[in-house]
C-alpha cells in the first residue's frame, strides 16, 4: 500500500479556509491524503466557520488553531497556501515540499460589510464550497500541468 500523500494547508489565522480544507480533505480524500492545517498567526476558530461547516456535515468544532511551528519535525509532500499573507510569509519548508498557493476569498473580511448575518454566512458556504471543490479534485490537481 502506497504511502499518503502529506498536505499542510497554510493560512494566516488558521481559523478559517485552512481549517475547512484541513477537514474537508480528511472527509473526502482521507484514504490517500494525510490533512494538516496551521497559521502564521493562529487565532482561533471562527465560529461561523463553525457553522458553515456543520451545515455540509462536518464537525469542526473540536479542532484547534495551530501555529506552523508546531509542525516543525514533520515532512509534507506539500504545503499549500490559501491566502496571500500566508504565502508571502511561509516558512522554510526542505526542498522535497512542493510549495502551492490557491488562494481563496477572505470570508470574515467579507463578512465585516454583509448587511445581516444570513448575508455573512453566504460569504462562508461560498468559499466552504469552492474550497470542497478545490479538495474533490486532489491528489490530481496537484500534478503539473
Request: charged residues 30%; negative net charge.
Amino acid at each position: 500500500m502506497a504511502a499518503k500523500i502529506r498536505i499542510l494547508f497554510l493560512c494566516t489565522g488558521n481559523s478559517c479556509r485552512s481549517q475547512m480544507a484541513e477537514a474537508w480533505t480528511s472527509r473526502l480524500k482521507g484514504d490517500e491524503i494525510e490533512a494538516y492545517s496551521a497559521g502564521v498567526s493562529p487565532k482561533g476558530i471562527d465560529p461561523r466557520a463553525i457553522k458553515a461547516m456543520a451545515e455540509a456535515g462536518i464537525d469542526i468544532s473540536k479542532q484547534k488553531s495551530k501555529d506552523v511551528s508546531v509542525f516543525g519535525n514533520l515532512e509534507f509532500d506539500y504545503v499549500i497556501t490559501l491566502c496571500d499573507n500566508a504565502k508571502e510569509s511561509c516558512p522554510y519548508f526542505p526542498a522535497k515540499t512542493r510549495l502551492l498557493h490557491k488562494g481563496f476569498d477572505d470570508p470574515p473580511m467579507l463578512a465585516v460589510g454583509a448587511g445581516d448575518a444570513e448575508e455573512a454566512m453566504a460569504h462562508y458556504r461560498r468559499v466552504r464550497d469552492e474550497i470542497k471543490a478545490f479538495v474533490e479534485g486532489l491528489p490530481e490537481g496537484l500534478m503539473e500541468p
